[in-house]
């Protein structure tokens, strides 16, 4: 229930307002200003009923007292002496409704009900805004190798500095997330940042995208359209993928950076455009430019600042961690109970090469949290590609038994193989075996296999 405080001068006016309220809320009462600010940070309130003239208090100056403290609380002010000015100020200073006296006890609870169910759904904005900006920079927080570690230390150096970045590297490096990176810590974090893929347009449809188009500029152009450059405006634009842009649009790219005009297609007009420009890429621009595929003077300006994302490869400090978000990711995304990897598993990771970076060590936890049915990932989970043919014979759930051997010699296979399977779990391995732990532990020390 929640919590609702009335601060009043007037006793009959609290009596009132408790006796309507009580059975909608927990109410709080009092005619003293000093206790309510006390009531208000000692109970966790959620509204305060806050009349404009109490005594020796101005309502407008205990109104910025409670928004100054804690701007979450609701506050509706309330008067028997309303004017037109005293409402406009009061809803200026953060009140969320101006009522005057005597008060409609219906019309106020749905109104307290609807300030209520506002805030409610403001909370949940901000949640979500929170979690959104946590999964921008999860990837951030889990690397802590000391080529990404030189990697943040430039985006800290130019996120507020309007210059150009070239951001390179393989594929699934994360170069997309260093972009966002840029603009989410920069001044211009408030605004847009727009995306695109130059590799994913076709060339003939790429100018349309970056200028946009005015209305009949061209066959199908039912509508004025606006290009990235102009969605732009004022925030970051993120050229993915740049060296695959053709020679004839890298021509006007390269005067939209020195110009900051654009011409949408159709249209005679100039529009100024402020925006922080952001390019990557997974191709050599120095020999793209040595083969004539990339302007030579478009590098430059491009290349203002280069960032080089490290491959997975040379960072493989940063596996176990990466690997362990990505379990708690999908676990959840799966609604499923997968806590962790097996040593075993884990060393099969840290020593792949990883020609698809990040991504293909997201993609292979993915597949490995949905296919297992196990609380911990076993290297049977992992694609076998990955898997050295050593581990593989591990694997093998049989286990070889000849003509000639011993019981003792058969048992010694069987415990081993099953240990190796359990991640050398004693107690998985003993409930597998269908014996005790202690008797397993006696047939280790009998068998001298302890270590």
């Not at 008067?79 to 101006?98: F, H, K, L, P």
């Not at 490995?368 to 898997?387: F, G, H, R, S, Y």
């Given at each position: 229930?929640?919590?609702?405080l009335?601060?009043?001068d007037?006793?009959?006016?609290?009596?009132?307002?408790?006796?309507?309220?009580?059975?909608?809320?927990?109410?709080?009462?009092t005619?003293?200003?000093?206790?309510?600010l006390?009531?208000?940070?000692?109970?966790?309130?959620?509204?305060?009923?806050?009349?404009?003239?109490?005594?020796?208090?101005?309502?407008?100056?205990?109104?910025?007292?409670?928004?100054?403290q804690?701007?979450?609380?609701?506050?509706?002010?309330m008067?028997?002496?309303?004017?037109?000015?005293?409402?406009?100020?009061?809803?200026?200073?953060?009140?969320?409704?101006?009522?005057?006296k005597?008060?409609?006890?219906?019309?106020?609870i749905?109104?307290?009900?609807?300030?209520?169910?506002?805030q409610?759904?403001?909370?949940?904005?901000q949640d979500?805004?929170?979690?959104?900006?946590?999964?921008?920079f999860?990837?951030?927080?889990?690397?802590?190798?000391?080529?990404?570690?030189e990697?943040?230390?430039?985006?800290?150096?130019?996120?507020?500095?309007?210059i150009?970045v070239?951001?390179?590297g393989?594929?699934?490096?994360g170069?997309?997330?260093i972009?966002?990176?840029?603009?989410?810590?920069?001044?211009r974090?408030?605004?847009?940042?727009?995306?695109?893929?130059?590799a994913?347009?076709?060339?003939?449809l790429?100018?349309?995208?970056l200028?946009?188009?005015?209305?009949?500029a061209?066959?199908?152009?039912?509508?004025?359209?606006?290009?990235?450059?102009?969605?732009a405006?004022?925030?970051?634009l993120?050229l993915?993928?740049?060296?695959d842009?053709?020679?004839?649009?890298?021509?006007?790219?390269?005067?939209?950076?020195q110009?900051?005009?654009?011409?949408?297609?159709g249209?005679?007009?100039?529009?100024?455009?402020?925006?922080?420009?952001v390019?990557?890429?997974n191709?050599?621009?120095?020999?793209?430019?040595?083969?004539g595929?990339f302007?030579?003077?478009?590098?430059?300006?491009?290349n203002?600042?280069?960032?080089?994302?490290?491959?997975?490869?040379?960072?493989?400090?940063?596996?176990p961690?990466?690997?362990?978000?990505?379990?708690?990711?999908?676990?959840?995304?799966?609604n499923?109970?997968?806590?962790?990897?097996?040593?075993?598993a884990?060393?099969?990771?840290?020593n792949h090469d990883?020609?698809?970076?990040?991504r293909e060590?997201?993609n292979?936890?993915e597949?490995?949290?949905?296919l297992t049915?196990?609380n911990?990932?076993?290297?049977?989970?992992?694609?076998n590609?990955?898997?050295?043919?050593?581990h593989r014979?591990?694997?093998?759930?049989?286990?070889?038994?000849?003509?000639g051997?011993?019981?003792?010699?058969?048992?010694?296979?069987?415990?081993?193989?099953?240990?190796?399977?359990?991640?050398n779990?004693?107690?998985?391995t003993?409930q597998?075996?269908?014996?005790?732990?202690?008797h397993?532990?006696?047939?280790?020390?009998?068998?001298?296999?302890?270590?």
């Amino acid at each position: 229930m929640y919590n609702i405080l009335v601060i009043d001068d007037e006793v009959s006016i609290l009596t009132a307002l408790r006796f309507a309220l009580e059975d909608h809320f927990n109410v709080y009462t009092t005619t003293d200003v000093p206790e309510g600010l006390d009531i208000i940070n000692n109970k966790d309130i959620d509204l305060v009923l806050l009349d404009q003239y109490l005594g020796d208090y101005k309502g407008i100056e205990v109104l910025n007292t409670i928004k100054s403290q804690n701007n979450r609380v609701i506050v509706i002010a309330m008067t028997a002496y309303g004017s037109i000015e005293d409402s406009i100020e009061a809803i200026q200073r953060g009140a969320y409704y101006y009522i005057t006296k005597p008060l409609d006890i219906n019309g106020l609870i749905s109104l307290i009900n609807k300030a209520l169910e506002y805030q409610s759904l403001s909370d949940e904005v901000q949640d979500l805004t929170r979690k959104i900006n946590e999964d921008k920079f999860d990837l951030k927080m889990v690397s802590s190798s000391h080529a990404m570690n030189e990697v943040f230390k430039m985006i800290d150096r130019v996120k507020n500095v309007d210059i150009n970045v070239l951001i390179s590297g393989e594929s699934g490096t994360g170069k997309e997330l260093i972009a966002r990176a840029i603009h989410e810590t920069s001044r211009r974090k408030n605004q847009n940042m727009e995306i695109i893929n130059c590799a994913a347009i076709p060339h003939n449809l790429l100018e349309s995208e970056l200028f946009g188009y005015e209305k009949g500029a061209f066959t199908g152009a039912n509508n004025k359209y606006k290009g990235k450059f102009e969605l732009a405006d004022k925030g970051t634009l993120f050229l993915d993928e740049i060296g695959d842009m053709d020679l004839q649009l890298q021509a006007k790219l390269l005067r939209v950076i020195q110009e900051k005009t654009i011409t949408p297609l159709g249209s005679e007009k100039s529009i100024p455009v402020d925006f922080r420009l952001v390019a990557a890429t997974n191709l050599n621009l120095i020999a793209e430019v040595k083969k004539g595929n990339f302007r030579e003077d478009l590098f430059f300006r491009l290349n203002v600042v280069n960032i080089e994302t490290p491959p997975l490869r040379n960072r493989r400090d940063d596996i176990p961690a990466l690997t362990k978000h990505f379990i708690n990711k999908y676990s959840k995304a799966f609604n499923k109970d997968v806590t962790g990897i097996s040593r075993t598993a884990i060393e099969v990771l840290e020593n792949h090469d990883y020609p698809g970076n990040v991504r293909e060590l997201q993609n292979i936890i993915e597949r490995a949290v949905a296919l297992t049915d196990k609380n911990i990932i076993q290297v049977q989970d992992l694609p076998n590609e990955i898997i050295p043919n050593t581990h593989r014979v591990a694997l093998s759930e049989n286990v070889p038994i000849y003509i000639g051997d011993t019981i003792e010699s058969a048992e010694q296979k069987l415990i081993l193989a099953t240990l190796e399977y359990c991640d050398n779990n004693k107690r998985k391995t003993a409930q597998m075996l269908g014996m005790s732990e202690r008797h397993l532990y006696n047939k280790l020390n009998q068998y001298n296999l302890k270590n």
